[in-house]
């Protein structure tokens, strides 16, 4: 202590000027410390405006999304609709596609008359065309609405919807093969002529059918075309550039026994033709046919050859040398495990031949099968075929096959007319398939045959083995019928085309869509067996219930 006192006054200005440096430090301290605090309250301030300001526009967004910008209106399909044609004829062709780009499927067809309908007014001069002449007409799946018209040929001999890259390469297309000879592109969104070319397929000639999309062969960019003709014995080929319809090299011939039809098989990367007349069958590839036609040789991965199959392909006559088949009814693709397979439909007997090897399957005792094959599922995801077979005059049997095996889940007899329309499938939710049926079903025992068979339309889902539903009697022609999911995995609906044939004389021709549910509700319940498991407003009402699921 006495040290300190000592110091201070020997030393008395050095202690002042401590205390006052200390003063000074801690006043820097203190400032520092106020401006952190400072900037610390501003940047709170500005995180609390930020968040209010990011607050407040949110809201005006779901605000402004929710009540003030309208969101995109669902189009609203009718239950049922019809259209009227009057003093005309109709053709055996019905495509289900998206013309106006909706997200609802829409009509496609074809009829003969003086003029359209009123909503255009068009006329067969507006396209140089005789009258009475063909016309294409697109319609609104939702309301019936008449989307396009258009004048396209004197007689339609084909037509084919959905096509892509038909004339441009965002565009889907119809090509109507039109007589006299001329093939016309027409755009499926707004019916206007993509292109028309002339062809000259010879004197008493048949389109075969489908017409083919192959890859681009002439290297535009675009898909092409391959168009078979049958003129007696001879197939003609036509390769045909899907960009402006003109020919691509010359006409190829391929010699066939009778009359012959074909079905393209997509083996990986090789594309194969199947043609089949009444006793024989004969397979090219794509490769053989572009060759024949052009003179040349190409190099695309589209046009290999499976050599699996060329080892079993006569080079001579193109015969297939492992399959032998007498009186041939159908041939069908039929999807397998990691390639098609092909379904040989003869007079006697059904059978499945693997693609791969070209090794026999299963066989299945069937006789005269009376329409193409079709696929189902009555089982879930188990790929099952539709037979409908000949058992008598007036009478058919109507089988659902499972395509693996060749066994026969389910079948049905039926009292038929010669021109009934074939059967359709729509897939449900459960994985499974509602099968639509044409025909008279009467109860075993009861059977009359004095009378012409009604057309009957029957539903049948496998959740009920044994119950049909009797949709709708129809007196009337039927010219062509396709059920179809109007909107995806809804709105499932049945369309009918009604009238008298391009071969008959003009009368009125009816187009009517109609919603299956529609029906259900107000069907007839049919036991195939005598035991009724349940109500049959319980049964009505659990299938009007039924979801329909679309698939890939």
């Given amino acids: 202590m006495d040290n300190k006192d000592s110091e201070a006054e020997i030393h008395p200005l050095k202690t002042e000027d401590v205390k006052a440096q200390e003063n000074h430090e801690n006043s820097v301290e203190r400032r520092i410390v106020s401006k952190q605090s400072s900037r610390l309250s501003r940047l709170s301030r500005w995180r609390t405006a930020a968040f209010f300001i990011s607050l407040f526009l949110c809201l005006i967004i779901v605000f402004a999304f929710s009540f003030i910008i309208p969101c995109p209106e669902r189009p609203v399909s009718e239950r049922t609709w019809f259209r009227n044609y009057d003093n005309a004829v109709a053709y055996q062709f019905l495509a ?235 041939l069908a693709k039929i999807p397998g495990r990691s390639r098609e397979n092909i379904l040989v439909v003869n007079s006697e007997m059904a059978t499945l031949i693997n693609a791969q090897n070209l090794q026999t399957l299963w066989t299945l005792n069937v006789s005269r099968v009376v329409s193409e094959p079709l696929l189902g599922y009555y089982k879930p995801d188990v790929l099952g075929i539709v037979l409908e077979s000949e058992i008598g005059p007036n009478r058919k049997k109507v089988m659902i096959v499972e395509s693996g095996s060749g066994a026969v889940q389910w079948d049905l007899k039926l009292n038929s007319r010669t021109e009934s329309p074939g059967p359709a499938t729509l897939p449900t939710a459960d994985h499974r398939s509602t099968f639509l049926i044409w025909g008279e079903y009467q109860v075993p025992g009861n059977e009359t045959r004095s009378r012409a068979p009604l057309q009957k339309l029957y539903l049948f889902h496998p959740s009920y083995t044994n119950v049909l539903l009797e949709l709708r009697n129809s007196t009337d022609q039927i010219i062509a019928f396709n059920a179809a999911l109007f909107e995806r995995s809804r709105h499932a609906c049945y369309v009918l085309l009604r009238g008298p044939q391009a071969s008959e004389e003009p009368g009125s021709v009816s187009l009517m869509k109609r919603k299956l549910k529609e029906d259900v509700s107000e069907s007839r319940v049919i036991w195939l067996s005598q035991v009724a498991v349940d109500s049959e407003q319980y049964v009505r009402d659990r299938l009007y219930r039924m979801r329909f699921h679309s698939r890939v």
């Fill in 96 to 330: 289900i596609e998206d013309a106006n780009e909706d997200k609802v499927q829409d009509v496609v067809f074809a009829f003969k008359a003086s003029n359209g309908s009123s909503s255009f007014n068009r006329t067969c001069s507006d396209e140089g065309l005789p009258s009475p002449c063909a016309f294409v007409a697109a319609v609104s799946g939702t309301n019936g609405r008449a989307l396009w018209e258009r004048p396209a040929a004197e007689e339609v001999e084909w037509m084919e919807c959905g096509i892509k890259q038909l004339g441009a390469a965002e565009a889907q297309g119809c090509l109507v093969v039109g007589k006299p000879v001329s093939l016309t592109a027409v755009d499926l969104r707004t019916g206007e002529v993509r292109w028309r070319q002339s062809s000259d397929f010879g004197a008493n000639y048949t389109v075969l059918t489908p017409v083919s999309v192959i890859p681009d062969v002439d290297s535009d960019g675009l898909q092409d075309l391959i168009i078979f003709i049958a003129t007696g014995d001879k197939i003609k080929t036509f390769i045909h550039s899907g960009k402006n319809g003109k020919q691509i090299g010359s006409t190829g011939s391929l010699n066939m026994d009778g009359k012959a039809r074909y079905i393209r098989l997509n083996l990986d990367s090789s594309y194969y033709f199947l043609f089949y007349t009444e006793n024989s069958l004969y397979a090219y590839s794509l490769k053989d046919l572009y060759s024949a036609a052009t003179g040349m040789e190409i190099k695309l991965p589209s046009l290999e050859q499976d050599p699996q199959w060329e080892k079993n392909i006569d080079r001579t006559t193109h015969h297939l040398s492992l399959l032998s088949f007498g009186d041939i009814r159908y």
